[in-house]
């Protein structure tokens, strides 16, 4: 027997949770603040929350088929919610809703609303619309008039570092990646833009700026005088915002990473000496697959150009093993060129086939025991050099931006430059505060030390 259907009120709790990437956990806060605005408060527990948003990820299937399960907790939460008269607005945003659309209603029915990454803002209009109209509502537009521009201004951050989305969508149309039909082309903001939205957010105590982009380093947003400027031009710019200690950015492509990009990491001193640059495979004839537009020697070349510039960066990356084709010999150049760089970092995929992208037509696709003997063999490599990269940093005084408090009491947790989780014993009074850390000890992902006098 269906649930009575109850008619959705406007305002109340909203819980959003987040799926997949940073722009993601981005996105997630600023339909929060949009919602704010129409008298939802946010809530982080479902079971409080009148609107239930899931901002989802779409990049391999897992992360798409996770979304599907929520979705059936949510449906059960929904109908005995309803049978006690009560009611729910579920809503999907984020990449899945982008890339299925009304399929989501399809093989969902409990979801009222399907809303893509680029009309979030409209998510109250949209609330307003189902109460009216009693009906389910799909917007997958990418619309004319700048979301950025709709949206309300920031609220306080949560913490001393935040994200802000500088860049989105991708023309590199690598044939494995759905980015550039869930996200679109390439579209970067105006730097005075993101500029009112840094100083806002250092006003409201944020130290360290992560500037987001799906292509972050393709950023060729309108600058001051008219003209377009690069992501190096970008971060020199936001480098003078007084009271903002530090800089990062991610994700580059290395076809994008220009000279005066990598000069910026040897000179502009806010810039955080880490770099995440995925190289996707070791192989020439993979990455050619793959429409990467380098190859594993270039890749190389780079990385000597940058360490040049900067000899203390820390590399981070992605790689995909069993790519459509992949042969054994092929994987060893995968694992080779990871010896020859030698990561901080890495983030390692079995390939998914994504509905939709030219790589997933492909005959010669590898047999799933295939990929994740590969991904073992590989995930071993790159944890071994994750934990030499820590060993090293033992016995070294590195500066930590304290961001929350720790598991254990009086325990804070920050982040090193290179961006490892570090903990120390420290006052609540030194969150937010850049302190000196002697490195005592690590783990595979964090360190340990002592907060030393400056
Ligand atoms: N299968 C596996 N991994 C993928 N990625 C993107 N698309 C796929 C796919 N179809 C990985 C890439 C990218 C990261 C964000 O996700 O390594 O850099
Ligand atoms: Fe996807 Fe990144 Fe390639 Fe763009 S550059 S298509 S986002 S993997």
């Not at 992501?231 to 003078?240: D, E, F, S």
Request: charged share 25%.
């Amino acid at each position: 027997m269906s649930p009575p259907a109850v008619e959705p009120r406007l305002g109340g709790k909203v819980f959003v949770k987040s799926y997949g990437c940073q722009m993601n956990v981005y996105d997630s806060e600023r339909m929060t603040e949009a919602l704010a605005e129409h008298g939802y408060s946010h809530t982080s527990s479902i079971d409080d929350a009148d609107l239930i948003v899931l901002n989802t990820c779409h990049i391999r299937e897992k992360a798409a088929e996770k979304v599907y399960s929520e979705l059936g907790r949510v449906r059960e939460l929904k109908a005995e919610r309803a049978a006690a008269g009560r009611s729910t607005v579920v809503a999907v945003a984020g990449c899945v809703a982008q890339a299925e659309g009304p399929e989501v209603l399809a093989r969902e029915p409990a979801v009222d609303l399907v809303v893509g990454p680029q009309s979030y803002h409209r998510l109250p209009e949209l609330i307003a619309r189902i109460r009216r109209e009693n009906n389910s509502v799909v917007d997958t537009e990418f619309p004319r008039e700048s979301k950025f521009a709709s949206l309300p201004a920031r609220a306080p951050a949560q913490g001393p570092a935040a994200f802000l989305t500088v860049q989105e969508g991708c023309d590199k149309f690598c044939t494995f990646c759905v980015v550039p039909y869930t996200r679109g082309t390439e579209y970067s903001r105006s730097v005075a833009d993101i500029e009112r939205e840094a100083r806002n957010l250092v006003g409201t105590g944020v130290r360290e700026i992560t500037l987001l982009g799906q292509n972050v380093n393709a950023y060729h947003g309108s600058g001051p005088d008219g003209t377009s400027w690069s992501l190096a031009q970008l971060i020199r710019h936001l480098a003078n915002i007084e009271g903002l200690a530090r800089l990062r950015y991610t994700t580059s492509h290395p076809r994008d990473m220009s000279d005066d990009l990598i000069a910026a990491h040897g000179e502009e001193e806010k810039l955080m000496p880490y770099l995440h640059l995925p190289f996707q495979s070791g192989s020439d004839r993979i990455l050619a697959a793959m429409n990467r537009k380098h190859t594993a020697e270039q890749y190389l070349e780079l990385v000597a150009r940058i360490r040049a510039a900067q000899p203390q960066i820390a590399l981070s990356t992605d790689v995909i093993v069993g790519f459509p084709g992949e042969t054994e010999r092929e994987f060893e150049e995968t694992l080779a060129l990871t010896r020859e760089v030698g990561f901080a970092q890495a983030y390692s995929f079995k390939y998914s086939a994504r509905p939709g992208t030219p790589a997933a037509k492909l005959g010669a696709q590898v047999p799933d025991e295939v990929k994740s003997r590969r991904l073992l063999r590989l995930r071993e490599q790159l944890n071994g050099q994750q934990s030499a990269f820590n060993t090293r940093c033992v016995g070294r005084v590195l500066p930590v931006l304290f961001e929350k408090p720790g598991r254990r009491t009086g325990q804070l947790v920050g982040r090193s430059p290179y961006l490892q989780a570090v903990h120390a014993e420290a006052a609540l009074g030194h969150l937010g505060r850049i302190l000196p850390v002697e490195i005592l000890a690590c783990g595979p992902n964090s360190l340990a030390g002592v907060i030393r006098p400056a």
